[in-house]
Structures are given as C-alpha cells and as structure tokens.
C-alpha cells in the first residue's frame, strides 16, 4: 500500500496568517492527492481534489499543488473558522490511503 | 440533495458480529462505488472497503480483510458491511461515501455521512 505521510502533526497560527501543510507520498502518484477539513464531531469535507482543483464552495483562500510525490496544501490567510484537522488522501491505487492528519489551531 | 444515513452501530463483546448499513438517497446510488471509511477515537481516517456500482468487485483493507464483507442491495439504495471476529481496534465511527468509479485513478469523497459508532468491548 502507499502510505502517505503528513508534516507538521500540528501547528499554531495567528488569524491572517499564512499556512502550508505538506504531505508525501512513499511513491509516485502523478495528481491523484486530495484534501480534506474535519472538524471534531463532523464527517470530513472535501476542500482540494486532484492535488490543486478547489472543490465547489470551499474558499478560495484554500490552495492546493505539487505531483508525483511532494503536495501541499497552502491557507493563504487564515480564518478563526479553519481551526479544523487536515487530512491529504490518495486516490491513485486502492486502498486509497489517508495521511495521519494536521491538526490547525489558531493562536 | 445526497444523503447518506448510516445505522447499525453500537457496543458488541470481542469476538462478535455486528452489520453496518447505509441507505443512500438524492443520486442514483445502482451506478456508483461505495466505501466504508472509520475513524478510530481520538485518530485519523481508515479506508476499510469498497463494492463497485454492481457489486462485482470489492478490496479491502489488510487490517479488515477476512473479517469483513461489503455488499449492497441496488433495490434498496442501501450499503452494508458485515463485521465478524470484532476486535477492540475495530472500534471507530464508520462512514459510508461514494464514488463514481473505483477502479480508474482520480476519484474523492465528496459526500459523506453522519457516521455510526461500533465499540468493540467486553
């Protein structure tokens, strides 16, 4: 299986700021990477679907790229409202794999 | 709109069984894939299984291979996973989401359900 791996497991930011969440792949899968927002006691939400196209609805603040095995997924001004878990996913091969998650919090 | 309810849930003993379903509604469920996704508490997301549109194809995970059986009734736009052998690390909320394919690369979980708890305890 491919496994995905995510950085940082958590960070603290202020409102406005930037913030970027990588995540890796153990082997290449060319742009089928998508992303998802989870907040506690929600299912999660699909913000960015094959690696940098913005899922209808989702802020345009929410950004996405990267391919092969290097993606990122960029808040490029954050809002009290993104306090959430980020979790990056595989959809190249079965057993669509998520990563472990990026826990956001806002300073 | 979709809608996706999952029932089935609840406390079973170590060693049990215990069926999942997830009635779909608001798309026309015969010509999509389903998965099971859990999350354990407190942990991240695991992809558990997935059926094809008619059911001629499934996969799973290596942790729930064996144990495990995802199947579908197209009659009645419903999902199910049918869990046997429990275990305490099968604890976990367990959504239902579909996807227009499963085999070709590329798809997303754009719609989910609400989740149903299982926990696995004596």
């Known amino acids: 299986d491919i496994q995905m791996t995510q950085s940082p497991y958590s960070l603290s930011a202020s409102v406005g700021d930037r913030v970027t969440i990588t995540c890796r792949a153990s082997?290449?899968?060319?742009?089928?990477l998508n992303w998802y927002q989870q907040k506690p006691g929600k299912a999660p939400k699909l913000l960015i679907y094959a690696a940098s196209s913005l899922q209808s609805g989702v802020p345009s603040r929410f950004s996405g790229s990267g391919s092969g095995t290097d993606f990122t997924l960029t808040i490029s001004s954050l809002q009290p409202e993104d306090s959430a878990t980020y979790y990056c996913?595989?959809?190249?091969?079965?057993?669509?794999?998520f990563g472990q998650g990026t826990k956001v919090e806002i300073k | 709109q979709v809608q996706l309810v999952e029932s089935g849930g609840g406390v079973v003993q170590p060693g049990r069984s215990l069926r999942l379903s997830c009635a779909a509604s608001?798309?026309?469920?015969?010509?999509?894939?389903m998965h099971w996704v859990r999350q354990a508490p407190g942990k991240g997301l695991e992809w558990v299984a997935v059926i094809s549109y008619d059911g001629s194809n499934k996969y799973y995970a290596d942790s729930v291979r064996g144990r495990f059986t995802i199947s579908r009734d197209n009659s009645k736009n419903t999902l199910y996973l049918q869990m046997n052998s429990l275990r305490a690390e099968d604890t976990a909320v367990y959504y239902c989401a579909p996807t227009k394919g499963i085999i070709t690369p590329g798809w997303y979980f754009d719609y989910w359900g609400q989740g149903t708890l299982v926990t696995v305890s004596s």
């Open positions: 996913q595989q959809s190249y091969s079965t057993g669509w794999t």
């Open positions: 608001g798309f026309t469920f015969s010509t999509y894939g």
């Open positions: 082997q290449s899968i060319s742009s089928y």
